[in-house]
């Protein structure tokens, strides 16, 4: 079943979306800095496997979509569960829950900043993809599709329903 955070995409999508999100005070404790000032390090997913799960009735319609989450990374590497939220919905509560349910198992290598962890909120793109189905509008059917096909194939295993 195929759900896939592009890497190289997440990639791009975090580095262009890295913020700090604390004010003065919880900055120090949360280990956030002032907004304008960027890491010089992104963080930097490190699961073997992507935690994302298709929903199995989605998957047997051939439903697809894209989630996009807005993550708080602390410094050690974990996404804060609080403060994960769906930045921009699939349309589909199925999905878009799915995608959250995931991200609670995603780990990083943490933001730097001057060789120090850092705090972080970022941007989380999660496309969920049907073999069979046609391409989605923005995705290409040569070169990116395949890319999708081979490495969620790899990355995910279906949700089980009790």
């Keep these: 079943m195929l759900v896939h955070t592009s890497l190289a995409a997440a990639a791009v999508c975090l580095l262009a979306a890295v913020t700090t999100g604390c004010g003065d005070g919880a900055a120090k404790r949360s280990g956030a800095i002032p907004a304008n000032v960027r890491p010089d390090d992104p963080p930097v997913v490190v699961n073997g496997e992507l935690p994302f ?48 349910r995931g991200s609670q198992e995603l780990r990083f290598v943490p933001a730097k900043l001057h060789g120090e962890p850092l705090a972080v909120s970022v941007l989380f793109p999660v496309y969920f993809r049907h073999p069979e189905a046609n391409p989605l509008p923005g995705d290409t059917v040569l070169g990116k599709r395949e890319t999708v096909k081979g490495a969620a194939k790899a990355a995910t295993t279906p949700q089980r329903t009790p």
């Design 53 to 100: 799960r298709y929903p199995p009735a989605l998957y047997a319609r051939k439903v697809q979509g894209n989630v996009t989450l807005r993550l708080f990374i602390d410094t050690d590497g974990r996404p804060r569960n609080d403060s994960t939220r769906v930045e921009e919905s699939s349309g589909l509560e199925s999905l878009d829950s799915a995608a959250v």
